[in-house]
């Protein structure tokens, strides 16, 4: 009887995170800065930009957005994000797609405490976080959560 319970307590467990997750998974947090989203460690004076260029001398900001997807190798997600951003890069003007390797770049990964792949930067023209998604965003959640 007791292998029964711990088995009903273990599914219920299983289930209650798996729908938090799947409410959570892809939405856009604002950054610490607006005062509702979780800290990252940059502030408006040493924006999000300054880690990202240090591991991407080549990047270019956008002149309306830069989308910064953290991907690794394994991540099935990954690839589907990337077609996504991509997607938007091209048809959205001053829109801008990086992407960056976290296994490659681990350093940055902790700088900007990036914790799972995929995971969405988007900043501003200045190259300030203007929030974050964990996970893989559809396209009308990015799309919402660009600058006008």
């Known amino acids: 009887m007791t292998g029964i319970v711990v088995l009903a307590v273990a599914v219920m467990a299983a289930l209650g995170f798996g729908l938090y ?21 940059t502030t408006p ?3 999000a930009w300054t880690a990202i260029l240090a591991a991407h001398p080549d990047g270019e ?21 990337r077609v996504v951003l991509g997607g938007i ?5 001053g829109v801008v797609h990086l992407e960056v390797d976290a296994e490659k770049h681990l350093a940055l990964v902790r700088a900007l405490d990036v914790r799972r792949t995929p995971t969405t930067l988007i900043l501003d023209a200045a190259g300030r ?20």
Not at 64 to 72: E, G
Not at 89 to 93: M, Q, S, V
């Open 61 to 81: 900001l956008g002149e309306r957005a830069t989308l910064v997807q953290f991907s690794s190798a394994f991540c099935a997600p990954c690839r589907a994000t």
């Open 21 to 41: 997750r799947r409410t959570r998974d892809g939405r856009f947090a604002a950054d610490a800065a607006a005062g509702d989203g979780p800290t990252t460690p």
């Open 45 to 47: 004076t040493t924006p």
């Open 89 to 93: 890069a091209e048809r959205e003007a």
């Open 129 to 148: 976080e203007l929030g974050r998604a964990a996970g893989a965003p559809r396209r009308d959640q990015v799309l919402a959560a660009l600058p006008a």
